[in-house]
């Protein structure tokens, strides 16, 4: 079964570190891949997705995600973070009409 | 207003007590799906559908059923709640497929005692 992986369970950084957030995932197949983030009492949204193409895809918010066919890898990354990017994230993979969720990492961005 | 609204928000039940979580969205969906948040294992989807009259299983569907008669509403059965289903849980709807953005409801939290 497909799985994904999000080591970092929980990371603080103060404002404006750069920040990147792992993410693997074990299907060997065509993936569609996804960044979603839950900020404090909110839905959670999608912040950026790859399907095809450029491996380096952009999302809103200044987030940045690159996929690495070779590594299983789909990594987020900001170059300065904020405060209000406080927020739980979550990787996903797509399969079939399945969609897998990563356990998710809790980022506190220290003012 | 786009959403994807479900009731009831909060709830405790105790084991064995049927209860149904509607989910309704106002977007014209194909897709809708349930997922349950637990700490440490994060979004586990439960069940999926294409389309009305069209459910199948995600990865952790024991325990619950699922219907979709009508295209807006995909309402989640829970017919012997345990206490191991104690979560939140939440609803989401996207255009077609799983591969386009996820519009995710507001959360219900159940507690089964």
């Known amino acids: 079964a497909q799985s994904v992986s999000q080591h970092n369970h929980h990371v603080i950084l103060s404002e404006a570190a750069s920040l990147e957030l792992g993410c693997n995932y074990s299907?060997?197949?065509?993936?569609?891949l996804f960044w979603y983030v839950q900020y404090p009492g909110q839905h959670l949204q999608l912040l950026l997705k790859?399907?095809?193409?450029?491996?380096l895809v952009k999302g809103i918010k200044g987030f940045e995600a690159e996929f690495i066919k070779s590594k299983f890898s789909f990594n987020l990354r900001k170059p300065s973070v904020q405060w209000s990017d406080t927020a739980e994230y979550f990787c996903a993979v797509k399969l079939g009409e399945k969609l897998t969720f990563g356990t998710g990492t809790r980022l506190t961005i220290i003012p | 207003e786009a959403q994807v609204t479900q009731n009831p928000r909060y709830l405790i039940t105790v084991t064995g007590k049927k209860l149904t979580v509607t989910c309704s969205q106002n977007m014209n969906h194909e897709y809708m799906s349930w997922y349950r948040q637990d700490p440490g294992l994060g979004l586990r989807q439960i069940y999926y559908s294409m389309n009305v009259e069209v459910t199948d299983k995600g990865d952790v569907p024991e325990g619950y059923k699922v219907s979709r008669k009508e295209k807006r509403n995909f309402p989640l059965i829970l017919e012997s709640p345990s206490p191991n289903q104690t979560s939140l849980y939440f609803c989401?709807?996207?255009?077609?497929?799983?591969?386009?953005?996820?519009?995710f409801g507001p959360g219900t939290r159940l507690t089964v005692t």
């Open positions: 989401a709807s996207s255009l077609w497929d799983s591969a386009y953005e996820q519009y």
């Open positions: 299907y060997g197949g065509t993936v569609n």
């Open positions: 790859y399907f095809s193409g450029d491996p």
